[in-house]
């Protein structure tokens, strides 16, 4: 058996447990699927938010050999961020408004949003990733 993250056109998320990927593929074609909230055969794969891994353990990487370092990967991913966006702070909301709507510069920003605000984003339509980024010391960029 095999769980996937599920997810209708109307945004719901459930979880459905299958044989295998053929079996979901099938039955996602036959609409034999349905969100439990809406009852929405329109349901699409999405990526989950768990993974699992023992503490100190690199996994290795697709196809076998070499191992990941994950720790040096979210670090990467941080910096690039901070290099790569603007910091808007608590002003993201309405940074992501204006841009959204041609008010503003097409631009990368980050920034924090409430959870009012982020159900606002996604009502209007404004995409956009929520990624936990920890706070480095100035003393320990490198």
């Not at 769980?3 to 299958?18: K, P, S, T, V």
């Not at 809406?38 to 699992?52: K, N, T």
Request: overall charge negative; aromatic content about 8%.
């Amino acid at each position: 058996m095999i769980a996937f993250d599920l997810e209708c056109i109307r945004g719901h998320r459930f979880e459905g447990w299958f044989d295998s990927l053929d079996a979901y593929e099938d039955q996602r074609e036959k609409r034999m699927i349905s969100c439990p909230y809406c009852d929405e055969a329109d349901v699409r794969r999405v990526m989950s938010p768990v993974a699992i891994k023992r503490s100190g353990e690199d996994l290795p990487a697709k196809g076998g050999g070499e191992t990941i370092d994950y720790t040096r990967l979210a670090r990467e991913v941080v910096h690039y961020l901070q290099n790569n966006f603007e910091d808007v702070g608590h002003k993201f909301a309405g940074e992501a408004l204006k841009i959204h709507y041609g008010v503003a510069e097409r631009r990368n920003i980050r920034g924090s949003a409430t959870d009012a605000e982020e159900k606002m984003l996604k009502d209007e339509g404004v995409e956009f990733l929520k990624l936990p980024v920890p706070k480095i010391p100035e003393d320990k960029k490198n």
